[in-house]
């Protein structure tokens, strides 16, 4: 397939690492953590800090979650996005300072078929239609969509909390492209192409022999090229996450705008499917895009073979399957699974929120503080020690500070980068719907 971009198309520039370089002393008196004490009583040289005084104020900083799931019944009776017991609730955003997030259109992969597709189909339709009644209907005055990425500055100057809407799992279209342009009138402004297991449009990171999946990595297929180039034309963004590596590279080579990662994991750290390799970083740097580093357990932080083992045999013993069960399970059988879940982390402890920094700075020393972000999966797996629901976003923050990181690094990676990647995105549909493209 040939290169989206005409060998005319500038080159998108590689902006700078900046990392270190915006302290000023107003700034530095904000830090109150444990680290910066240290560092000043070590004596490190506050000159340092002294050269660029004459920065204008930093804006406020925005928290943006690029992905939250949701329920199939959210924004019910039974499940009120105000308090409910999940992870992402309007109050607790209020309270953890989370300013916005990208609520989840989420469809599991199922058989490439009519009934599947039409599946698929209805419950991103319910999902739609739960967010539009949360913030249209329940509570317009708490959240608002944001539709642009200018939105979100808006919303949140005005004390809303903002919601954008993304699709996870690119399942949903089928076969028909069209569906892109019904789902953005909707507010989807992004993309996942696939999920687990290969779809019409692309190959999955992690392939589902039940499906019947083969065993070649194929990237991004021609349904999946025409697909990007129908969101690079609405303004969607391409979300590579969940994606094998040929699809990640694909969809960079494919897209005429930067693309994201809106949840994975770092591989330099720790390899997994799900996390991004050294060399697919360098090509999302090379391509402007931005990894939303993901607050994920099994993807920050290794699990030994022992555990593994010891995390199987409980399930099995109190009659879990792969697949989940919870539901089904008795009280006795509930406090069995609760009793030796806590065994096993008392023995190998969960990730935290200093992995997920460890994460975040490998790939900020990798590619550069431009593009990389900050994701939780709330909702669907995600959530580590320190920052197990929206409540306590102000953890990763002071971590971001302990490690060093500036305020206006922090509000790159909290927004700046993907909102950056999302204005480029809408140039890039504004240009291409100017010149009349397909
Ligand atoms: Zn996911």
Redesign the pocket.
Known sequence: MSNGRSASAPRRARPAFSRGRAFSPSRLALHTCAAFCVVALSGCPRGDGARDTGEPPAAPLITLDT?A?IPLDFATPAVDPRNANLQVNLEKMARGGLDAAFF?V?VAQGARTDAGYAQAQADAATKFAAIHRMADELYPSRIEIAYRADDVARIAGRGKLVAAIGI?NGFVLGKSLELLDRDYELGARYV?LV??GDNDLARSARPSKDLGDGDADTGVSELGASAIARMNKLGIMVDV??GSKRTALDAMRLSRAPVIA??SGVGGVLAHP?NMDDETLLALRDDGGVIQV?AYDEYLKARPEEQVAALRELRSSVGLTERGGFGALTPEQRARWDEGLRAIRERWPPATVRDLVDHIDYAVKLIGIDHVGISS?FG??GGVVGWQDASETRNVTSELEARGYSRADIAKLWSGNLLRVWREVERVAAELTARGAP
């Open positions: 992905h799931d989840i989420y996870e996942t999920h687990d996450s969940h809106s949840h799900r993901v999966d669907g797996g």
